[in-house]
Protein backbone atom coordinates (compact mmCIF):
# COMPACT_ATOMS: atom_id res chain seq x y z
CA UNK A 1 0.00 0.00 0.00
CA UNK A 2 1.80 3.23 -0.96
CA UNK A 3 0.03 7.15 0.00
CA UNK A 4 -0.87 7.66 -3.59
CA UNK A 5 -3.37 4.73 -2.59
CA UNK A 6 -5.38 7.14 -0.93
CA UNK A 7 -6.66 11.15 -1.19
CA UNK A 8 -3.97 13.43 -0.02
CA UNK A 9 -6.70 15.54 1.13
CA UNK A 10 -7.42 13.80 4.50
CA UNK A 11 -4.09 13.29 5.22
CA UNK A 12 -2.84 17.06 4.68
CA UNK A 13 -5.69 18.47 6.33
CA UNK A 14 -5.19 16.39 9.47
CA UNK A 15 -1.17 17.04 9.72
CA UNK A 16 -1.83 20.79 8.92
CA UNK A 17 -4.87 20.92 11.74
CA UNK A 18 -2.86 18.84 14.02
CA UNK A 19 0.45 21.26 14.07
CA UNK A 20 -0.81 24.48 14.36
CA UNK A 21 -2.65 22.72 17.94
CA UNK A 22 0.27 21.89 18.66
CA UNK A 23 2.47 24.83 18.23
CA UNK A 24 -0.35 26.62 20.47
CA UNK A 25 0.09 24.76 23.49
CA UNK A 26 4.07 24.12 22.83
CA UNK A 27 5.75 25.74 25.63
CA UNK A 28 6.51 29.53 24.29
CA UNK A 29 10.58 29.22 24.36
CA UNK A 30 10.12 27.48 21.40
CA UNK A 31 13.12 28.74 18.71
CA UNK A 32 12.60 31.96 17.67
CA UNK A 33 11.67 31.48 14.00
CA UNK A 34 8.86 29.43 15.20
CA UNK A 35 7.80 32.26 16.99
CA UNK A 36 7.66 34.85 13.92
CA UNK A 37 5.13 32.52 12.18
CA UNK A 38 2.79 32.55 15.01
CA UNK A 39 0.36 35.24 13.52
CA UNK A 40 0.14 32.26 11.23
CA UNK A 41 0.23 28.78 12.65
CA UNK A 42 -1.46 30.57 16.30
CA UNK A 43 -4.55 31.53 14.24
CA UNK A 44 -5.96 28.56 15.22
CA UNK A 45 -5.78 29.73 19.23
CA UNK A 46 -8.57 31.62 18.67
CA UNK A 47 -10.55 29.91 15.76
CA UNK A 48 -10.90 26.32 17.82
CA UNK A 49 -14.25 26.06 16.93
CA UNK A 50 -13.58 26.02 13.11
CA UNK A 51 -10.57 24.14 13.41
CA UNK A 52 -12.77 21.49 15.08
CA UNK A 53 -15.91 21.65 12.70
CA UNK A 54 -13.51 21.37 9.65
CA UNK A 55 -11.57 17.91 11.55
CA UNK A 56 -14.83 16.52 11.90
CA UNK A 57 -16.21 17.48 7.85
CA UNK A 58 -13.04 16.31 6.54
CA UNK A 59 -13.19 12.97 8.84
CA UNK A 60 -16.76 12.54 8.16
CA UNK A 61 -15.65 12.25 4.39
CA UNK A 62 -13.48 9.85 4.75
CA UNK A 63 -15.10 7.15 6.46
CA UNK A 64 -18.02 8.10 3.47
CA UNK A 65 -14.90 7.25 1.12
CA UNK A 66 -13.13 4.24 2.82
CA UNK A 67 -9.75 6.28 3.41
CA UNK A 68 -9.24 6.02 6.82
CA UNK A 69 -9.77 1.87 6.26
CA UNK A 70 -6.08 2.41 4.67
CA UNK A 71 -2.99 2.19 7.09
CA UNK A 72 -2.15 5.64 6.11
CA UNK A 73 -5.78 6.40 6.76
CA UNK A 74 -5.89 4.90 10.46
CA UNK A 75 -2.44 7.01 11.38
CA UNK A 76 -4.52 10.12 9.94
CA UNK A 77 -7.57 9.22 12.19
CA UNK A 78 -5.53 8.56 14.90
CA UNK A 79 -3.94 12.23 14.63
CA UNK A 80 -7.15 13.22 14.36
CA UNK A 81 -8.01 12.05 17.67
CA UNK A 82 -5.10 13.96 19.32
CA UNK A 83 -5.50 17.51 17.42
CA UNK A 84 -9.28 17.09 18.83
CA UNK A 85 -8.28 16.55 22.15
CA UNK A 86 -5.77 19.89 22.34
CA UNK A 87 -8.90 21.84 20.16
CA UNK A 88 -10.55 20.87 23.68
CA UNK A 89 -7.75 22.56 25.61
CA UNK A 90 -7.68 25.36 23.65
CA UNK A 91 -11.09 25.88 24.47
CA UNK A 92 -10.70 24.90 28.07
CA UNK A 93 -7.89 27.88 28.11
CA UNK A 94 -10.29 30.39 26.17
CA UNK A 95 -13.27 29.78 28.72
CA UNK A 96 -11.18 30.95 31.49
CA UNK A 97 -10.75 34.23 30.03
CA UNK A 98 -14.13 35.57 31.31
CA UNK A 99 -13.29 34.93 35.02
CA UNK A 100 -9.71 36.38 34.86
CA UNK A 101 -10.90 39.46 33.03
CA UNK A 102 -13.59 39.84 36.01
CA UNK A 103 -11.44 38.95 38.79
CA UNK A 104 -8.85 41.73 37.45
CA UNK A 105 -11.48 44.35 37.20
CA UNK A 106 -12.69 43.34 40.39
CA UNK A 107 -8.60 43.67 42.09
CA UNK A 108 -8.04 46.77 40.32
CA UNK A 109 -11.52 49.22 40.61
CA UNK A 110 -13.52 50.36 43.21
CA UNK A 111 -14.92 47.68 45.77
CA UNK A 112 -18.21 48.56 44.56
CA UNK A 113 -18.01 49.41 40.60
CA UNK A 114 -20.43 47.10 39.13
CA UNK A 115 -23.25 48.84 40.75
CA UNK A 116 -21.72 52.19 38.91
CA UNK A 117 -22.40 50.68 35.40
CA UNK A 118 -25.33 49.85 33.12
CA UNK A 119 -26.64 46.81 34.63
CA UNK A 120 -26.63 45.33 30.87
CA UNK A 121 -23.20 46.08 30.40
CA UNK A 122 -22.36 44.04 33.88
CA UNK A 123 -23.96 41.22 32.76
CA UNK A 124 -22.40 41.10 29.22
CA UNK A 125 -19.39 40.80 31.48
CA UNK A 126 -20.25 37.09 32.73
CA UNK A 127 -21.14 35.95 29.03
CA UNK A 128 -18.73 33.02 28.13
CA UNK A 129 -19.12 33.30 24.42
CA UNK A 130 -21.81 34.15 21.69
CA UNK A 131 -23.18 32.64 18.17
CA UNK A 132 -20.64 34.59 16.41
CA UNK A 133 -17.64 32.82 18.34
CA UNK A 134 -18.76 29.40 17.15
CA UNK A 135 -20.50 29.40 13.99
CA UNK A 136 -19.16 33.22 12.59
CA UNK A 137 -15.96 34.05 13.57
CA UNK A 138 -14.98 35.90 10.61
CA UNK A 139 -17.79 38.10 10.13
CA UNK A 140 -16.72 41.08 11.83
CA UNK A 141 -18.77 43.65 10.17
CA UNK A 142 -22.37 44.63 11.28
CA UNK A 143 -25.41 46.12 9.05
CA UNK A 144 -26.34 48.49 11.68
CA UNK A 145 -22.99 50.31 11.77
CA UNK A 146 -21.85 52.54 8.54
CA UNK A 147 -18.16 53.64 8.07
CA UNK A 148 -16.58 56.75 6.52
CA UNK A 149 -13.48 55.81 4.76
CA UNK A 150 -10.37 58.04 4.45
CA UNK A 151 -10.98 61.25 6.22
CA UNK A 152 -7.51 63.10 6.38
CA UNK A 153 -6.52 64.23 9.68
CA UNK A 154 -2.69 65.73 8.16
CA UNK A 155 -0.79 66.26 5.37
CA UNK A 156 0.80 62.42 4.71
CA UNK A 157 -1.57 60.96 2.27
CA UNK A 158 -3.15 57.51 3.09
CA UNK A 159 -0.59 57.25 6.19
CA UNK A 160 -2.46 60.32 7.48
CA UNK A 161 -6.20 59.52 7.17
CA UNK A 162 -8.78 57.66 9.20
CA UNK A 163 -12.24 56.24 9.71
CA UNK A 164 -15.26 56.90 11.32
CA UNK A 165 -17.40 54.24 12.75
CA UNK A 166 -21.20 55.21 14.08
CA UNK A 167 -24.71 53.80 14.39
CA UNK A 168 -27.03 54.70 11.53
CA UNK A 169 -29.20 55.99 13.53
CA UNK A 170 -26.36 58.62 14.07
CA UNK A 171 -26.50 59.87 17.83
CA UNK A 172 -24.84 62.74 19.21
CA UNK A 173 -22.59 63.27 22.04
CA UNK A 174 -21.34 59.81 22.36
CA UNK A 175 -18.24 58.55 23.63
CA UNK A 176 -15.67 58.16 21.30
CA UNK A 177 -12.90 55.62 21.22
CA UNK A 178 -9.66 56.34 18.57
CA UNK A 179 -7.92 53.10 17.94
CA UNK A 180 -4.26 52.55 16.68
CA UNK A 181 -3.56 49.40 14.58
CA UNK A 182 -0.37 47.52 15.20
CA UNK A 183 2.19 46.39 13.11
CA UNK A 184 5.75 46.98 14.67
CA UNK A 185 5.98 50.57 13.20
CA UNK A 186 6.32 49.33 9.94
CA UNK A 187 3.16 47.52 8.92
CA UNK A 188 -0.23 47.68 9.55
CA UNK A 189 -3.76 49.79 8.63
CA UNK A 190 -7.09 50.98 9.88
CA UNK A 191 -9.75 49.03 9.27
CA UNK A 192 -7.80 45.33 9.54
CA UNK A 193 -7.45 45.44 13.17
CA UNK A 194 -9.65 45.26 16.44
CA UNK A 195 -12.57 45.12 14.54
CA UNK A 196 -14.80 42.97 16.77
CA UNK A 197 -14.23 45.96 19.47
CA UNK A 198 -14.51 48.33 17.22
CA UNK A 199 -17.97 47.53 16.18
CA UNK A 200 -19.52 46.59 19.25
CA UNK A 201 -19.28 49.61 20.79
CA UNK A 202 -20.01 51.66 17.57
CA UNK A 203 -22.99 49.47 18.15
CA UNK A 204 -23.80 50.33 21.81
CA UNK A 205 -23.63 54.39 20.10
CA UNK A 206 -20.15 54.55 20.64
CA UNK A 207 -18.27 56.84 17.64
CA UNK A 208 -15.27 54.99 16.94
CA UNK A 209 -12.29 55.76 14.95
CA UNK A 210 -9.77 53.58 13.26
CA UNK A 211 -6.44 56.15 12.30
CA UNK A 212 -3.14 55.14 9.69
CA UNK A 213 0.02 56.79 11.02
CA UNK A 214 3.10 57.38 9.60
CA UNK A 215 5.47 54.31 9.21
CA UNK A 216 9.12 53.54 9.49
CA UNK A 217 11.54 53.79 7.50
CA UNK A 218 9.97 56.69 5.91
CA UNK A 219 9.60 58.47 9.25
CA UNK A 220 11.14 57.83 12.85
CA UNK A 221 10.25 58.27 16.26
CA UNK A 222 8.31 60.90 17.44
CA UNK A 223 6.82 60.76 14.12
CA UNK A 224 4.58 58.31 14.77
CA UNK A 225 3.32 60.24 18.37
CA UNK A 226 2.87 63.30 16.69
CA UNK A 227 0.84 61.64 14.30
CA UNK A 228 -1.62 60.39 16.97
CA UNK A 229 -1.60 63.73 18.50
CA UNK A 230 -2.60 64.65 15.31
CA UNK A 231 -5.69 62.56 15.60
CA UNK A 232 -6.88 63.59 19.16
CA UNK A 233 -6.88 67.17 17.98
CA UNK A 234 -8.66 66.00 14.90
CA UNK A 235 -11.01 64.52 16.83
CA UNK A 236 -11.30 67.84 19.01
CA UNK A 237 -12.29 69.76 16.37
CA UNK A 238 -13.92 67.47 13.89
CA UNK A 239 -15.56 64.94 15.78
CA UNK A 240 -18.76 66.85 16.77
CA UNK A 241 -19.58 66.80 13.28
CA UNK A 242 -20.02 62.79 13.45
CA UNK A 243 -21.93 62.69 16.51
CA UNK A 244 -18.47 62.07 19.19
CA UNK A 245 -18.27 64.28 22.17
CA UNK A 246 -14.56 65.44 22.03
CA UNK A 247 -14.54 65.70 25.86
CA UNK A 248 -15.15 61.71 26.08
CA UNK A 249 -11.80 60.03 24.08
CA UNK A 250 -10.83 57.04 25.56
CA UNK A 251 -7.39 56.01 23.46
CA UNK A 252 -6.77 52.12 22.19
CA UNK A 253 -4.38 50.19 20.68
CA UNK A 254 -2.95 46.77 20.06
CA UNK A 255 0.69 45.53 20.16
CA UNK A 256 3.08 49.18 18.68
CA UNK A 257 -0.84 50.74 18.51
CA UNK A 258 -0.63 49.76 22.13
CA UNK A 259 2.60 51.68 22.62
CA UNK A 260 1.91 54.36 20.71
CA UNK A 261 -1.33 54.40 23.25
CA UNK A 262 0.80 54.61 26.15
CA UNK A 263 2.85 57.55 24.91
CA UNK A 264 -0.04 59.52 23.72
CA UNK A 265 -1.51 58.86 27.09
CA UNK A 266 1.74 59.79 29.71
CA UNK A 267 2.24 62.75 27.55
CA UNK A 268 -0.79 65.10 27.41
CA UNK A 269 0.00 68.29 26.05
CA UNK A 270 3.26 67.84 25.63
CA UNK A 271 4.58 70.31 23.03
CA UNK A 272 7.23 68.30 22.03
CA UNK A 273 5.30 65.69 20.42
CA UNK A 274 3.02 68.59 19.36
CA UNK A 275 4.62 70.75 17.07
CA UNK A 276 2.24 73.41 15.20
CA UNK A 277 -0.65 72.84 17.70
CA UNK A 278 0.65 72.62 20.95
CA UNK A 279 -2.41 74.66 22.66
CA UNK A 280 -4.92 71.77 21.39
CA UNK A 281 -5.46 69.62 24.81
CA UNK A 282 -4.09 65.66 23.55
CA UNK A 283 -5.69 64.60 26.86
CA UNK A 284 -7.40 61.50 26.79
CA UNK A 285 -9.76 59.50 29.28
CA UNK A 286 -8.52 56.37 29.19
CA UNK A 287 -6.33 54.22 28.09
CA UNK A 288 -6.51 50.79 26.55
CA UNK A 289 -3.20 48.79 25.88
CA UNK A 290 -3.78 45.32 24.27
CA UNK A 291 -0.36 42.93 23.80
CA UNK A 292 1.50 46.18 23.41
CA UNK A 293 5.67 46.56 23.83
CA UNK A 294 6.80 48.99 26.54
CA UNK A 295 10.65 49.40 26.19
CA UNK A 296 12.91 49.61 29.33
CA UNK A 297 13.75 52.68 31.32
CA UNK A 298 15.83 54.43 28.97
CA UNK A 299 18.36 57.11 31.29
CA UNK A 300 20.05 57.84 27.65
CA UNK A 301 19.77 61.97 27.54
CA UNK A 302 17.22 63.08 24.44
CA UNK A 303 13.41 62.22 24.42
CA UNK A 304 12.47 58.53 24.89
CA UNK A 305 10.38 56.56 22.59
CA UNK A 306 9.36 53.83 25.50
CA UNK A 307 6.49 54.31 28.18
CA UNK A 308 8.27 52.97 30.60
CA UNK A 309 10.42 56.53 30.72
CA UNK A 310 7.32 58.67 31.75
CA UNK A 311 5.70 59.24 35.00
CA UNK A 312 2.22 57.60 35.49
CA UNK A 313 1.31 60.55 38.22
CA UNK A 314 -1.14 62.48 35.51
CA UNK A 315 -1.84 58.99 33.77
CA UNK A 316 -5.60 58.00 33.16
CA UNK A 317 -6.84 55.36 33.89
CA UNK A 318 -5.22 52.31 32.58
CA UNK A 319 -6.93 49.00 30.95
CA UNK A 320 -3.65 46.62 29.97
CA UNK A 321 -4.45 43.03 28.08
CA UNK A 322 -1.70 40.65 27.46
CA UNK A 323 -1.20 36.59 27.09
CA UNK A 324 0.82 34.42 28.79
CA UNK A 325 1.87 33.03 25.48
CA UNK A 326 2.83 35.61 23.56
CA UNK A 327 5.86 34.89 21.53
CA UNK A 328 6.79 38.27 20.24
CA UNK A 329 6.34 40.29 23.11
CA UNK A 330 6.47 38.48 26.20
CA UNK A 331 4.15 38.96 28.78
CA UNK A 332 7.00 39.92 31.25
CA UNK A 333 7.37 43.01 29.80
CA UNK A 334 3.48 43.79 30.09
CA UNK A 335 3.80 43.44 34.00
CA UNK A 336 6.44 45.51 34.26
CA UNK A 337 4.57 48.35 32.66
CA UNK A 338 1.53 47.93 34.94
CA UNK A 339 4.06 48.00 37.87
CA UNK A 340 5.39 50.76 36.83
CA UNK A 341 1.97 52.79 36.14
CA UNK A 342 0.59 51.27 39.40
CA UNK A 343 3.87 53.09 41.31
CA UNK A 344 2.92 56.54 40.50
CA UNK A 345 -0.49 56.75 38.93
CA UNK A 346 -3.22 57.56 41.16
CA UNK A 347 -5.81 55.90 38.82
CA UNK A 348 -6.86 52.29 38.56
CA UNK A 349 -4.50 49.87 36.22
CA UNK A 350 -6.25 47.17 35.13
CA UNK A 351 -4.14 44.19 34.56
CA UNK A 352 -5.09 41.65 32.59
CA UNK A 353 -3.12 38.31 31.88
CA UNK A 354 -5.06 35.72 29.61
CA UNK A 355 -4.81 32.56 29.75
CA UNK A 356 -2.98 30.70 26.77
CA UNK A 357 -3.23 34.25 24.90
CA UNK A 358 -1.04 34.82 21.73
CA UNK A 359 -0.21 37.77 19.80
CA UNK A 360 -2.67 38.95 17.63
CA UNK A 361 -5.46 37.50 19.60
CA UNK A 362 -8.61 40.23 19.03
CA UNK A 363 -8.42 39.71 15.12
CA UNK A 364 -11.99 37.28 15.17
CA UNK A 365 -14.69 36.93 16.87
CA UNK A 366 -13.73 34.33 19.66
CA UNK A 367 -14.49 33.07 23.06
CA UNK A 368 -11.17 35.10 24.38
CA UNK A 369 -11.86 38.62 21.78
CA UNK A 370 -15.44 38.69 23.27
CA UNK A 371 -14.57 38.15 26.92
CA UNK A 372 -12.05 41.18 26.55
CA UNK A 373 -14.26 43.12 24.44
CA UNK A 374 -16.86 42.91 26.96
CA UNK A 375 -14.47 43.82 30.30
CA UNK A 376 -13.47 47.26 28.22
CA UNK A 377 -16.85 47.89 27.63
CA UNK A 378 -17.29 47.04 31.14
CA UNK A 379 -14.45 49.09 32.24
CA UNK A 380 -15.15 52.06 29.80
CA UNK A 381 -18.47 52.15 31.78
CA UNK A 382 -16.62 52.62 34.76
CA UNK A 383 -14.63 55.39 33.81
CA UNK A 384 -17.25 57.53 32.25
CA UNK A 385 -19.34 56.45 34.91
CA UNK A 386 -16.90 58.53 37.37
CA UNK A 387 -15.59 61.13 35.20
CA UNK A 388 -17.85 64.91 35.77
CA UNK A 389 -18.34 65.25 31.66
CA UNK A 390 -20.81 61.62 31.72
CA UNK A 391 -24.43 62.76 29.77
CA UNK A 392 -23.85 59.40 27.49
CA UNK A 393 -26.06 56.26 27.63
CA UNK A 394 -25.56 53.01 26.39
CA UNK A 395 -27.72 51.21 24.26
Not at 62 to 68: C, H, S, Y
Not at 107 to 122: A, G, H, V, Y
Not at 220 to 230: G, T, V
Request: proline content about 6%; glycine content about 8%.
Amino acid sequence: MTLSSIPLGYLITVLFIAWCTYFVVAPPNFPRIFNSLGSYFGVINELPFFALFWLIGSTSLAFIEGDVYYPVGWMAFGITILAVGTLLVIIHRGLQTSPVVSQAMDDSLEKKWRTTINPKIERRLHKKFSSAALLGPFFKRRYDIERIANINYGNAGMRNQLDVYRHRSHPTGCPTLVHLHGGGFVGGKKNSQSLPLIYQLASKGWVCISANYRLSPDVKFPDHLIDIKKVIAWVREHGSEYGADPTMIFLAGNSAGAHLTAMAALTPNSPTFQPGFECVDTSVIAAICLYGYYGYIDTKPGLFSSPMAYSGKEAPPFFVAHGDQDRLVPVENARRFAEHLRDSSSNPVVYVELPGAEHNFDLYHSIRTEAVVHGIEAFTAWVRANNKHNSNKIF
